[in-house]
């Protein structure tokens, strides 16, 4: 079965470091999201793109957060300079989107964030 | 989009069929019902979705009332891998279009 992957699947790092978290959506699949769950606040919607071009981050911390889509094969969702109330779990998920297509979105099995 | 209530957590034994509540009573006509679940340590897991019809897929079938305000994911044979926390979630458009909006779920626990 086609997948998300996510790497890495588990960070540890000090405040302060730079965080970068890596996805590879579903072949064939034209949408990308990042979502972080946290016991407090559950599962979250951070941002998303289609087609490459972010669509709605109005879920991210503008400050140290920025999501990217260097290629169609690759998303990054980077933290600089990282905090403690960084920590959680960081989900992909990828999607396709054509005009009226129905298709649910998939998500990979997360990147696990500690920052001490 | 419209919001969801699900009861918090729901027993059954093994081997039974799972009966998922989900009220929905603010759905508009072109909102769409998913389910997914979350298994501990891992993503949450596409189960299936619908509009107005009944629907059924290897995993589960889809129950929604005809007046579509409230809807039942059944698990026919729960296994104690069936044990997760289960979303129902009504969204707009296509699920892989917008990004989801997840609530607190059931915590479903399947008894040995």
């Known amino acids: 079965d086609a997948r998300v992957t996510q790497t890495p699947r588990h960070k540890v790092t000090e405040m302060g470091q730079e965080v970068t978290m890596r996805c590879q959506p579903i072949?064939?699949?034209?949408?990308v999201f990042w979502y972080r769950q946290t016991m407090m606040q559950g599962l979250e919607l951070l941002a998303y793109?289609?087609?490459?071009?972010?669509?709605?981050d109005s879920g991210m911390p503008k400050d140290r957060f920025s999501a990217e889509m260097p290629d169609a094969t690759l998303a990054t969702l980077k933290i600089q300079p990282s905090e403690p109330r960084d920590s959680a779990v960081y989900f992909c998920?990828?999607?396709?989107?054509?005009?009226?297509?129905?298709?649910?979105?998939?998500f990979g099995d997360g990147t696990r964030l500690s920052i001490l | 989009d419209a919001k969801t209530t699900q009861p918090p957590s729901m027993d059954c034994a093994e081997g039974r069929a799972a009966n998922l509540p989900c009220n929905h009573s603010?759905?508009?006509?072109?909102?769409?019902v998913y389910w997914y679940r979350q298994i501990h340590s891992q993503g949450p897991q596409y189960i299936i979705h619908?509009?107005?019809n009944n629907e059924t897929n290897e995993m589960a079938s889809l129950i929604i009332t005809e007046d579509r305000k409230s809807s039942t994911l059944i698990l026919p044979h729960a296994t104690l891998r069936d044990t997760a926390v289960y979303y129902c979630?009504?969204?707009?458009?296509?699920?892989?279009?917008?990004?989801?909006?997840f609530g607190k779920g059931t915590h479903l626990i399947i008894q040995p």
């Open positions: 793109f289609r087609n490459r071009a972010p669509l709605d």
């Open positions: 072949l064939g699949h034209n949408t």
């Open positions: 998920a990828s999607g396709l989107w054509v005009g009226r297509t129905n298709q649910p979105q998939h």
């Open positions: 619908g509009l107005k």
């Open positions: 979630i009504v969204r707009s458009r296509g699920g892989g279009a917008d990004g989801l909006t």
């Open positions: 603010t759905i508009s006509g072109n909102e769409y």
